[in-house]
Structure formats: C-alpha cells, structure tokens
C-alpha cells in the first residue's frame, strides 16, 4: 500500500487533530477532504463497532446550503423522490439524478425550514450541478458550501454516550429526524443517522471552532463506555448493503438500478430534472440491478476496480465493493447484476485478478 | 504519514500497471483518481524533471468534451477569456468562473473544431457546472467525460524522446498548439504543454486500451535517454508558479487575485456568465493577489492546510504551497498577499505552525 501525500487540497478537518491523535493509520479521500479508514484494524474497528460506540470524523458529507424562496422548488428539481409532504425536522434520502436520470449523488436532505436545506453530500461536487442549475433557470436562492462538519456517533452505546453530552432528550429523536440541542452556547442540529448499522446520530457541527471542545467532550464522556475514534467501516456497510457512490454506482445508473426505487416517486415529483428520463424505467424497472454477492473462498484482495461478474463466461455484471466478513464467514460483496442473473441463489463467478471464483446471490444484505 | 486506502471510487487509470512497476511510493487523489506524487524521492524525481525526460500518468486530468451546435457559445459562457480567435489546434489556458467571478477550475481548453472541445480540468468536478448550466440554459450540446486520458513527457529530453515514438514531425508542434500523431493506428491529440517548466508535450491518449503499449513504447525507446516513470513535482512546480486548484485559489478567488488577468479579456468575452461580476475587479485590480515568497530557514513541513502571513502580527495573507527548493537554497513558496504588503522586497512572517518565520515576497517566481 502506498502512502497519502499531505497537501492543502486534501482538505482537514475540524477534527483532524483528534483523528490524529487517536492512531490514525489510513485515509481515503472524499470531497477533497480527508476521510479516515483505519484505526487499530478494520477487523479490530468492525467488532468495536458493533459491541461499543465510536466517534466518526465524517466531515467529508459536506453540505450544499440552499436558502431562499426557491429553496423547495430547487430541491425537488434536483430529485424524483415527492418532497411534498416532508416537513421541517426530518432527513430524507434523495437520489440527485440528472437530465437522463443518471445519479450525480445520494445525499441526505435536511430540512431546517421551508426556505432553507442542507444537503448532506456523498463524493462529487453536487455543488457545481446545482449552482448550474440555479444559474441556468435563474432560480431566487443562494447556494454555497457552509462551515458545517458532521461528526457521526455510531454502535450499540451511541444513545447513551449522547445523552451524557447533550441530555436525555436525544433519547426522543427518532430515525431520519432531527433536534436542536445545546453545545456550549451553540445550538447544534442532531439527527439519528449515520453510514453505520448499528445505531446512532449525526451532529451537524456548525462552526469549526468547536469541532475539537465537541470530540473531546464525547470520548470524555464516553470513557467507560470504551468509546473509540472510528470510521465508516468498509466490512459493516457492506453487510449493511449500505452503497457508496463512486463505488457501487455512478452516473451511468439510475436509482432503480441501485435498488432506489423506493426513494424514487416519479410520477408524483413534478418539477424534477431527470423526471421525463425516469417515467419509463420507473414502471417497467431496470435491466440491472445492485444485488448482494456472496464470494466464496478465502479473503479477497482490495476491490479498487470493478470486478467482473461472470456466468458461463458471459459477463453479466460486476462487482464494486468486497470484504471478508468475520461474522458471516464469507466474503461479502455488492454487485450490479443483470436481470437474467439476478435472482437470489443464482450461481455466479468473479473475477477479482487471481482466478474465478464461486459466488451467488443473496435474497438480502447480512444486516 | 498515513496510508491510502484503495477503493473502486479512487479511480486507477490506463496506466496504473506502469506507474505500480516503477514503484509509485505515494498518491494524491485528484478527480477521483490516483495521481502519484513521488516515485524516488520528491528530491531525486526534481533532479531527474530537470536533466532527462520523465513519462507521467496525469489520466487525472480528465476531460470535459463539449459536442454540438452550441459548444463554442457554451465555451465563452464558461470563461473570461476572449475566445473568438482561437483556431481548432490551439489550447488556451481559460480559468472557468460563476456567477460572482469565483474560479471553479483553471483547466486547458482544447480546440478539436468548432463544434467540439476537451477541457482537460483541474480538480474539481467541473463537468456538473458545465452540465447544470447546459440544462438550465437549454443548450444543444452534449457534454460527457469521454475515455481520454492525458499522460505527459516532461522534461529537457521530451521532444528527443517524442520524435522517437511519433516521429520527427512532433518537433514542430508549437507551445500550446497540438497535432495529430498516429501510434498503433490510432491518432492520438498530442499537445506541447504540460504542468513543469521543464518543456514537454500531454498526449491525450484516447482509449484506455492502449495506455499501457504507449507507457512501455515510451519506455522502451526512451531507455538511452535515462527516462523515468514521473509525477509533477511540487519544488519545480512552486519554483516555476505553475498554480494548484483547491491548494493555491479556491471558487472563493477570482482569476486576477490568481494573477492570471492575462487570461481574462472580460470587456469583451461576450457571454461569459461571470462578465458582470469581473467588469469592476478588471478594471480596479484586485485587493489581494498571487505572491512567490521566500521563506527562511530549515525545511519547512508539509503544507497542508493554510499558513497565516503575517506583518506586524497582523494578518495579511496565507501560503498555500511550500518546498524547500535545491536549485535556489531557500524554502519556495505560493502565497495569497494584500495589495498592503504584496511589493517584491517585503518582509513578512509565515506561521507554519512551528514559531515565526521571516519570509520575503519575490518579483517573479523562480523559472
């Protein structure tokens, strides 16, 4: 593995010092920003997670603010999922599609009031498509990147760790909804969310300055909940079936390609770009779809490419993210498949660089 | 120094296999994709830039291609620049600006025809401005990101190297102009240019296919003249004020604090959606500007993020890229300076995080 070379480009964070401190060993890079990927192990990291708490540095999920009398009309340009009924205090998922329907993000929509949204973003610069969009249709809102820094509190004790630092009312925030809560003078939007499976929240750290007073306040009040400093952790999201955009899809697939359908309410979201693209491939459904893989044989080399999925030597898609799972005794994996192959059970084969291997599709995810 | 993690969404390129077998020791991501940054030392690969001839994998350097009826009206609507005498052949150097004037991208134009371009970018996903505004303004162009992949010969011995692999014809392709060379029955752009000072040609080398038999003919018949699998190298870079996207200006920079109103003929570059907002800064100048700074004393750490410059205690500025530079026995340095303080003689302090430094604003960079 090679080494990252420091630069103002790949962006700190307001948590860098912390991350660093606490043994960072690897990074990925995401929005121009560092994003750590190993503490102790990812193995060491994936059982913590799932038994303790931890303390992620995601300030990479970005935020394009939106804010003016434009705002709603802009977001449900940009997404087929129907924003009508959703009302200040909650999150949606909201697959950003293009013209064609091609997925250029899978953020997270926060609604802070009718006229402002944060929109919590994956890896790509949504902020460039959207203030294109604005300028092209001269649309009356504001669009720019605020000092907003989420750090995510993930694990079975994430409720519990919370509740010490911002009171026991975080208890009654419930899924995909949000509260403002108190942080040193500062009011913070706390939503329970996060890349994890395992429970617990996201905090919107508004201003960097208290990034760090934040971590330390939560692994102080964490110590004997054996809280950690952690990451999105690759083995978990992938039993979780958790996508990374990037990886699992880009822009060349829709949102049904990537099982989305259910975030997609075509017919009904009036307004959207891609809505035209998506009319068709809403009903009828997509040829290809992403599918939970399992990969037999022993632990898999890094999947930094695609891998190809292959079935009497015919490639019928690939595979875009692969890890050994401890708890599930195999390697498990996320893959587009074609229709033809896409039924769980269906024995595959996959390239991944050193032979074929045996591998079939799961009816679902692991977790 | 950490490590970096390998991913699907780290995009390899065409000439991955190379770079790896040359023994790549680090990476910076750049568009989603591993760009090297050292093979030997950052030290040996400057000494070797400036003697022999290097072969690079900036694939990084993606492309934006503009196809249509409209693509030259969106082109001007992109830049500053003035570009109606630019003839299919030529590339231009064109920052890319929004609304208010700020950079979203200071990427090199090419000039296939009249009705299509590359825009071979810098790092940011420009490709989703140049499609939000293609949509909001309803242009009758196709924009994409074709399988083009720029890989650069770079260094003193470029030209002999080229002639031996496209023949003695490429000798005679001017500074920013390209030609058409043919290698295993493909023609390839082939463009004199390149991110060092050191000469050189990018050949845009379209289909990923043939990334590899280029690498190795380059290799190949380079051998007598010491060629080297190469990076751009950040002394050589600073000495020669070849600025960075995201490290030098940001989309909160407008082209003339970058000093490139060179580039910017705003009175008459018709169209251009940042006009309006560039028409007084053009006129007046900006308040604060792209300065060489010479900073003393010992190697300094890794730039990145920020460093304040200061006078006085004051803050007057910031660096944004430094190297301690062999050739010119100081620490080289990129720094942003408030007209106050950005005369060539003035004496400032840099907080590179380890006490003050003096350091000396310079009339030109250093080649």
Partial sequence: MALISPSRRLRRTPFSEGVEAAGVKAYTVYNHMLLPTVFRSVQEDYRH?????QVWDVACERQVELRGPDAARLMQMLTPRDLRAMLPGQCYYVPIVDETGGMLNDPVAVKLAEDRWWISIADSDLLYWVKG????WRLDVLVDEPDVSPLAVQGPKAEDLLARVFGDAVRDVRFFR????DFQGRSLV???SGYSKQGGFEIYVEGGDIGMPLWNALMEAGRDLDVWAGCPNLIERIEGGLLSYGNDMTDDNTPHECGLGKFCD??????????DALLRVAKEGPVQQIRPIAIEGPALPPCDRWW??????????RVSSAAASPDFDTNVAIGMVRMTH??????????????????????????
Same sequence: chains 1, 2.
């Fill in 49 to 53: 997670l799932k038994t303790a708490v």
């Fill in 133 to 136: 969009v604005v300028q092209g």
């Fill in 178 to 181: 949000f509260g403002l809560f």
């Fill in 190 to 192: 706390v939503a329970r």
């Fill in 266 to 275: 075509t017919q009904t979201a009036i307004g959207c770009i891609g809505r």
């Fill in 308 to 317: 190809p999925v292959l079935a009497k030597g015919k490639r019928v898609g």
């Fill in 342 to 367: 896409w039924d769980p059970g269906t024995e595959l084969e996959v390239d991944a660089g050193e032979g074929l291997r045996k591998a079939v599709v799961q009816p679902k995810f692991w977790i």
